[in-house]
């Protein structure tokens, strides 16, 4: 069983930085992509950033260049660094892991999610 437990949400103002932390544990075989979404108070889940297993990143356009994901492979951990932070921003943040498992000469792929983390701006 995968485990996501994430870190980091709070409170700041505007103009503040946080640093979000995604950690997985359990049995796995590799871990591919690795992404963060949030959540608004009455919108749909929308994607903020992800990075495959070979480093490639992918920004929303409301964060490129205010935002940094990157992954740890040795700590099954993903970050996002959030700087310039906007009341906009304020949503429950989310870490998504794409996981393969082996066994038996076969290989299957699942989606995990975190349990959420809130960041507040203020203005």
């Known amino acids: 069983q995968v485990q996501l437990v994430e870190s980091g949400g709070g409170l700041v103002q505007a103009g503040g930085s946080l640093r979000l932390s995604c950690a997985a544990s359990?049995?796995?075989?590799?871990?591919?992509?690795m992404g963060w979404y949030r959540q608004a108070t009455g919108k749909p889940r929308e994607l903020v950033a992800t990075i495959t297993s070979g480093g490639r990143r992918n920004y929303a356009d409301s964060v490129k260049g205010r935002f940094t994901i990157s992954r740890d492979n040795a700590k099954n951990t993903v970050y996002l660094e959030m700087n310039s932070l906007k009341p906009e921003d304020t949503a429950v943040y989310y870490c998504n892991f794409d996981v393969t498992f082996h066994s038996d000469s076969q290989y299957d792929t699942v989606d995990y999610w975190g349990q959420g983390t809130q960041v507040t701006v203020s203005s």
């Open positions: 359990g049995s796995m075989f590799s871990i591919n992509a």
